[in-house]
């Protein structure tokens, strides 16, 4: 039970951050706009995925807003890597296929393969409790 409701979560996350980047390239498509976009998707993804694996993936309670923030750092710093996987799809597929949605694409890729890596690292590092 608790794989699927991982890859739901996944899939949500996914969808958060790619229409966090849609919604960056409407507001904003000059230059640089492609790492922008990646960037803010990434927030908007890494916060919603932190509250939902926390909560009913891990079932941790944290101890007051210090441990909170605690274990959030360390559970970014443990996404620092997957999201390199991530990046490099996208940036990827962007740059070899000429077609404007090549990159949600590669993101697409991207964010199921450091899912998986993620939730291994978060298990062993993050939550291990």
Not at 16 to 35: D, E, I, R
Not at 103 to 121: C, D, F, M, R, S
């Amino acid at each position: 039970m608790i794989a699927i409701r991982y890859i739901i979560f996944a899939i949500i996350s996914t969808i958060v951050n790619l229409f966090f980047q849609w919604l960056s390239f409407f507001v904003y498509s000059g230059f640089l706009s492609l790492y922008l976009a990646m960037f803010i998707g990434t927030l908007a993804g890494l916060v919603l995925k932190y509250i939902l694996d926390k909560k009913y993936i891990f079932f941790h309670e944290t101890k007051g807003a210090k441990d909170n923030t605690k274990k959030f750092m360390l559970y970014s710093l443990m996404g620092v890597f997957t999201t390199f996987i991530f990046w490099g799809f996208e940036i990827g597929f962007d740059y070899v296929y000429d077609d404007e949605n090549a990159k949600y694409l590669g993101a697409v890729i991207g964010l199921a393969i450091g899912y998986v890596v993620k939730y291994n690292l978060d298990k062993k590092f993050v939550f291990k409790d």
